[in-house]
């Protein structure tokens, strides 16, 4: 006569807290990503042993990638710039929705673009401005 198995006891399922109760924030030593608990006021790196203030609960981050050296750097958004810890390059950081007003350099149309671009095409003419050229700067139509 078969005996029957039993089935396998299910695993414990581990205790995730809200928002997963885990928060990162990059290493002013090293770079590395460092993960810390909620509440946690500083996080100590396992790597360089270097101590990073965690900032304030509510504190929204943003990230932006250095134009020196393309490190990926995290900093509090709202801030106008970010130094480089790596290459010491000073990096504007712009909202990605942050735009900017040029007219446009043939019909003088009212241009809107996104901070960062260097150029922008009329819509209207389809005339190429360059963002920030000086007077007389050579500028082309597009094809």
Do not use: W
Not at 23 to 42: D, E, K
Not at 50 to 79: D, K, N
Not at 99 to 109: L, P, Y
């Amino acid at each position: 006569m078969p005996v029957p198995l039993a089935p396998y006891p299910a695993p414990p399922v581990p205790f995730t807290p809200p928002n997963g109760g885990q928060s990162q924030l990059v290493c002013i030593g090293c770079r590395n990503l460092l993960m810390y608990p909620a509440g946690a006021t500083s996080v100590c790196c396992a790597v360089c042993s270097t101590v990073t203030a965690v900032p304030a609960p509510g504190t929204e981050m943003a990230q932006l990638v250095c134009g020196g050296c393309h490190t990926l750097l995290m900093y509090i958004r709202g801030a106008t710039s970010v130094q480089c810890s790596c290459c010491h390059t000073v990096n504007l950081a712009m909202e990605a929705n942050q735009v900017a007003h040029v007219n446009c350099g043939n019909c003088h149309m009212l241009l809107m673009y996104q901070y960062g671009a260097r150029s922008v095409k009329c819509a209207v003419c389809n005339f190429v401005t360059s963002v920030g050229a000086s007077p007389g700067a050579e500028q082309k139509p597009s094809s």
